[in-house]
């Protein structure tokens, strides 16, 4: 299947710092990228939906100013979790598809804000 | 409004044997896709198997099957021949054909313990 790269897969930072994940599609062209949080022990919810150059579109109850998402390539999303708080900590997962196929999930990142 | 639910939290199968996760949907939308994925401790999603609501035929890859019963909304995965590594969380989602399957509603999992 296709490759997804999300980098990194563990993050720790203080309260308070933006923190800054990527998204790769390694060898295909991803149109839409989607974001996903999981908290433990629990089922992955969207977080928001991005398409190439294009405004990402957020679902409700996801607060756009502390999620920031931009995805400017066709192989490239980032999300940056500003002024991020301890209730930020999760495990936050991409993944991407182009137009043909089913999406295909990164690896996830662990973000622990102390 | 769509609904996935898993039922079984937590299942246990001894290696070589087949088991059955069940999972059941609702939906309004005429036409969806079902999906499963798997969840080893390290965290990614693994895609394994798709069924889409207009196929008459139950879906099949290796060792993974789809029991489709549309009638009863549920799209149980089964696994034939379990190995050890197949112990990890199994989610079932479904996506609206409508929206390219874009946005994957997933139930809450079933963790599988697969036992030597």
């Known amino acids: 299947g296709a490759v997804v790269s999300q980098h990194p897969s563990r993050v720790i930072c203080k309260s308070g710092t933006s923190v800054k994940i990527e998204c790769r599609s390694l060898d295909f062209q991803a149109t839409t990228m989607f974001w996903y949080r999981q908290f433990p022990k629990q089922s992955l919810m969207l977080m928001a939906t991005?398409?190439?150059?294009?405004?990402?579109?957020?679902e409700q109850g996801v607060e756009k100013d502390k999620f920031l998402i931009n995805h400017a390539s066709l192989t490239l999303s980032t999300l940056t979790v500003t002024s991020a708080h301890p209730e930020d900590s999760s495990f936050y997962i991409c993944?991407?598809?182009?137009?043909?196929?089913?999406?295909?999930f990164g690896q996830g990142t662990r973000l622990t804000v102390v | 409004a769509q609904k996935i639910t898993q039922t079984q939290p937590g299942m246990f199968v001894q290696e070589k044997e087949a088991v059955t996760l069940d999972c059941t949907y609702d939906t309004s939308d005429q036409s969806y896709g079902l999906f499963w994925y798997k969840q080893p401790s390290s965290g990614e999603m693994i895609f394994l198997i798709y069924?889409?609501?207009?196929?008459?035929q139950n879906a099949t890859e290796g060792r993974y099957s789809l029991n489709f019963q549309k009638a009863r909304k549920s799209a149980n995965l089964v696994i034939s021949a379990s190995q050890l590594g197949d112990s990890a969380m199994y989610f079932c989602a479904m996506g609206a054909r409508a929206g390219g399957y874009n946005k994957l509603i997933f139930g809450a999992g079933t963790r599988l313990a697969v036992h030597p």
């Open positions: 069924q889409g609501s207009y196929d008459e």
């Open positions: 993944s991407a598809r182009d137009r043909y196929t089913e999406a295909f």
């Open positions: 991005s398409n190439e150059g294009s405004k990402a579109t957020y």
